[in-house]
């Protein structure tokens, strides 16, 4: 098989609207030739040895993309040598099919495919996060993984990446890596791979988002919203705050809700996070925060948030309280105020009125969430825990 060789090249120089370029293997039989490129393998021109065929050392992952190159580099002599060994015909579908599903004969992404919809089929919202985590993996690597390319320089590249390119919190990142090496550990002991990549892999214990915000602070927040002249961007910010602080809707929730999933005043719908069907009833004075010009039909939205991202909605909280911290001249909203801090609200206030089971009814929480982070008291019923929750809350108004 003289006539079959190849190269490792950067696809003629090509730079990408990233500014990077793809490092790729070129193969060579006769005097035809085909591209292959090497996952992950992204590299900026100025970083691009071309004597070495390797990334220099000025970059920060270039160690990792560099034994990235390495490993398929060797994994495509290995193919050229067992097709000659054995006299076979080598083509260029074939060397395509080695060079990325060779390594432990299985592609990472299809199995991870299978394994979550197997193992998380009643767990909606579990479910939904693995897949949102092998995504974002899937759009690292371009969509090209075996398990035998599957090593803890590319993973540590991922994590860089998820920190530096997708500006992802620490929290996030490692929620991300954490149900990456789930599907790995999974595929060690069906002898997919035959040692655990992420074994020396540190991941940080990350503790919940818990912090509410003050009665106080509630006070304030809901004169604010009917006194101050708002924008409609902000009246409906801050109206789906606190209608959220009277329920305990967290914002993937809010920001679905139409006008058809009100029947009186109760609220039906299925939460984004767990997938469970939820009917709760809804206080009067909530009501107050829903901008009725929203209401084109009942299958408008009831607030009008982004719908990819609650940060838009925080920044107006983060302007609101510092107003309102600056007219008081102290610090009475926190400043770090996001939209999370209504549920915990929620669920402070209604636990200083009734026991863990009826938090745990009106709230959605497990009984055992509500347990370990409050303190149990008198029981009452799911009403009654409302109506004091409502004069407890809303006696500023009176």
Known sequence: MNNIHFTIET??????????????????????????????AEVRPEYWDKNRLRVKNRTPDYAGINEHILLYEQRAIEIIREYDRHRKILTFDSFRNELYNKGYEADF???????????????????????????????????????GAMNKQLLDSYRNYCLNELNNQESTTDKSLKNISTIINAALEEG????NPVLKMKFKTHPGRKDAIPLEAFVLLDKYFHTEKLTRAERNG????????????RYGDIKKITFKNFKGTNLIFTESKTGKPRNIQIILPAFDYIDMDNKISEYH?????????????????????????EREKKEVVPPEIHFHT???????????????????????????????????????????????FEGSVFAHRK
């Open 11 to 40: 696809r003629g120089g090509y730079v990408y609207a990233n500014g990077k370029m793809k490092v790729s293997i070129r193969l060579f039989i006769g005097r035809v030739s085909m591209r292959y490129i090497i996952p992950t």
């Open 109 to 147: 992404f299809e199995y991870a495919d299978k394994f979550i919809n197997i193992n998380y089929a009643n767990n909606a919202g579990t479910k939904k996060g693995m897949k949102n985590s092998i995504s974002k993996f899937k759009t690292f690597t371009k969509g090209a993984l075996s398990f």
């Open 192 to 195: 997919k791979i035959s040692e």
């Open 238 to 249: 801050l109206g789906a705050y606190l209608f959220a602080c009277c329920c305990g809707m």
């Open 301 to 325: 939205h009831v607030f009008r948030l982004s719908q990819t991202s609650s940060s838009p909605t925080n920044k107006f909280l983060k302007a609101i309280a510092e107003k309102i911290n």
């Open 342 to 388: 209504s549920r915990c609200f929620f669920d402070n206030e209604l636990m200083s009125l009734t026991n863990a089971e009826t938090a745990a009814e009106l709230t959605g929480h497990s009984i055992k969430m509500v347990l370990e982070h409050y303190t149990k008291v008198k029981p009452i019923n799911k009403e009654a825990a409302l109506q004091k």
